[in-house]
Nanobody, 123 residues
Framework: QVQLVESGGGLVQAGGSLRLSCLAS????????MAWFRQAPGKEREFVAA????????YYADSVKGRSTISRDNAKNTVDLQMNSLKPEDTAVYYC????????????????WGQGTQVTVSS
């Protein structure tokens, strides 16, 4: 089992940057593929980025590719999402998710979730 706690959200102007962090409990963190999803009001939860258990493979949604970087530190049980050149359409609650082994892009394939952190980008 792994428990996830996100931090780093907030209010930022368009063009600004934020770094989200997810701290995981448990001694098997390095066994999990990790991902970030987001959900805006009235919309479905959508994939943002994912990273393999080793950190060797990363995946990004087209909407954030080139503006965001996902990284992990297995020694510290953390996975971060650095977001640059933020846009108002990036406004959402951002969730950290974990799944044993793989890094799928569908939220239905993740069974461990954090409580979410709000990101608001003003125009």
């Amino acid at each position: 089992q792994v428990q996830l706690v996100e931090s780093g959200g907030g209010l930022v102007q368009a063009g600004g940057s934020l770094r989200l962090s997810c701290l995981a409990s448990g001694r098997t963190f390095s066994s999990y593929g990790m991902a970030w999803f987001r959900q805006a009001p009235g919309k479905e939860r959508e994939f943002v980025a994912a990273i393999s258990w080793s950190g060797g493979k990363t995946y990004y949604a087209d909407s954030v590719k080139g503006r965001s970087t996902i990284s992990r530190d297995n020694a510290k049980n953390t996975v971060d999402l650095q977001m640059n050149s933020l846009k108002p359409e990036d406004t959402a609650v951002y969730y950290c998710a974990a799944q044993i082994g793989g890094t799928p892009t569908s939220p239905r394939q993740y069974n461990h979730w954090g409580q979410g952190t709000q990101v608001t980008v003003s125009s």
